[in-house]
């Protein structure tokens, strides 16, 4: 069964930074690239960014320059730094492979609030 378990989200003022985990289990951790995604209300999931098994990154052009997505394959780990946080990053930000299977199962998610 796979496990995702995201963490580090909190309350920040825009142009402060955050560093987000997600602790995935090995099942997926080391089959598939692995991404972040992110839900704010009202709107629907959307992928911020992946990282593949060799290290290659990718970014959607609007976080493109602040956020830097990394991986721990000694801890089935995966990290997004955020950084010059704006309001509009306020959302539920989620880790799963990427792309994500459909049906798959996703974690709690991390709550990231961004304050003006």
């Known amino acids: 069964q796979v496990q995702l378990v995201e963490s580090g989200g909190g309350l920040v003022q825009a142009g402060g930074s955050l560093r987000l985990s997600c602790a995935a289990s090995g099942s997926i951790f080391g089959i598939f690239a692995m991404g972040w995604y992110r839900q704010a209300p009202g709107k629907q999931r959307e992928w911020l960014a992946f990282i593949t098994r060799n290290g290659r990154t990718t970014y959607i052009d609007s976080v493109k320059g602040r956020f830097t997505i990394s991986r721990d394959d000694a801890k089935n780990t995966v990290y997004l730094q955020m950084n010059s946080l704006k309001l509009e990053d306020t959302a539920v930000y989620y880790c799963?492979?990427?792309?994500?299977?459909?049906?798959?199962?996703w974690g709690q998610g991390t709550q990231v609030t961004v304050s003006s």
């Open positions: 799963n492979a990427y792309p994500a299977p459909l049906g798959s199962s």
